[in-house]
């Protein structure tokens, strides 16, 4: 049987905001992407390099070995864009079925990376998009990035082993990095209280999803390999205001 994927339904830079406001979903390519957050297109083709020395997951509870991670958090106010020191990342259970209600201390970014320019212009767009589409008046955005490389060592690899789900922030963002040797991994998104959807296949290294997650639910079918060595790296960053998720004190 073929493997059938569908295009992502790409929308140009300057309806982003719009699209996200109107319908809570919002696709780029990667050269549009890169005009969006106003870096080259290389400069965030660079960063890909820290995606093969990324550590095992140690907290998966299906006991797959399938997903190495990263993990920063921020604070972006305007144009401002902070780091804060390296912190645990928690869900609720409502959320994440899996995972929730665990304090996931994961190994941190590295230095070098939320160093680059292109890597504060990434995280100062989000912010500002988050502003622009989602608020009312002028918010503190509490950004978490995570870098994933998901790979098919075991056979399959499940880059969201909870299933569809909302992530409890403001903005989810998705940028597809790299994917060699690998098919499946088909995107999924659907209206939290209604019938629409989308399925598409990111498969352009730096396409960009952005998601309303108050109004957007999401996830991305596993992958199987087509050769050794098949994996899918993504870089996973959400944007809330009023404070990070945290554990009830």
Known sequence: MAHITFSPPYLPPDQVASHLRSAGYAVLRPADTAAWIGCPLDELQALHADWSGLPPDEFLKDGGRYRRRRHASFVADGDSVQAVPHRAHWQPVEYNALHGGMQRMFAPMLDTTVARPAWRQLIAALARVSQQALATQPE????????????????????????????????????????????????????????????????????????????????????????????????????????FQDAPA
């Not at 409890?168 to 999924?188: I, P, Y």
């Not at 390999?225 to 809330?240: E, H, K, N, Q, S």
């Open 140 to 243: 503190r955005w509490f950004v978490e990035a995570h870098q994933f490389r998901i790979d098919t060592t075991d056979g399959i690899g499940r880059p969201t082993p909870e299933g569809a789900h909302r992530d409890g922030v403001d903005l989810v963002a998705v940028f597809l990095v790299g994917r060699e040797r690998v098919k499946g991994g088909e995107t999924r998104i659907f209206e939290a209280s209604g019938p629409s959807g989308q399925r598409f296949t990111l498969s352009e290294p730096w396409s960009l999803m952005l998601l309303d997650d108050a109004r957007m639910i999401h996830e991305t079918t596993p992958i199987q390999p087509l050769a050794d060595g098949g994996f899918r790296d993504t870089l996973v960053v959400t944007c809330r205001r009023g404070g």
